[in-house]
């Protein structure tokens, strides 16, 4: 989560396979809620959103990305543990190198030593039904 009064720039990759896209879970404590996005992370300075997409997931989850392909750029406003967040989210469609990764239900990853978060494939109907929850909710035009 950014600083408060940050606008952030996040670089975010949708990787499909067939109904299915994989998804990192969070949690809002505030909201009591359990929600779902791409997988991805910041980009720091003197940095390329796409060199940073590729990082992220180097780092994360140890996954090297192909066909990695530019969608698009989206404004996101939101509200996370009581606190206002603000991002520019540079928005990727792209495949896992090793196909490994798609013989995975779900999968454990760090983003820092304390904070442990899971991936897992998730069919898009169940996300299209609410059943659960995309965010951003942008990301349904991406489907």
């Known amino acids: 989560m950014n600083k408060a009064g940050e606008i952030r720039v996040i670089a975010l990759g949708l990787i499909r396979n067939g109904d299915g896209i994989f998804l990192s879970e969070g949690y809002d404590p505030v909201k009591q809620q359990t929600f779902y996005r791409a997988l991805g992370g910041g980009v720091e300075f003197g940095e390329t959103s796409r060199a ?39 928005l990727f469609q792209c495949d896992f190198v090793d196909s490994k990764f798609y013989q995975l239900e779900s999968l454990i990853f760090s983003e820092s ?19 659960f929850r995309l965010v951003p909710e942008v990301f349904f035009e991406y489907l």
């Open 52 to 90: 940073a997409l590729e990082r992220e997931f180097q780092e994360e989850i140890q996954a090297d990305l192909t066909n990695i392909k530019y969608l698009g750029c989206i404004e996101n406003l939101f509200t996370f543990n009581g606190r206002q967040g603000h991002e520019i989210i540079q």
């Open 113 to 131: 030593p304390h904070h442990k978060h899971r991936a897992l494939w998730i069919d898009i109907s169940r996300l299209k039904s609410g059943e």
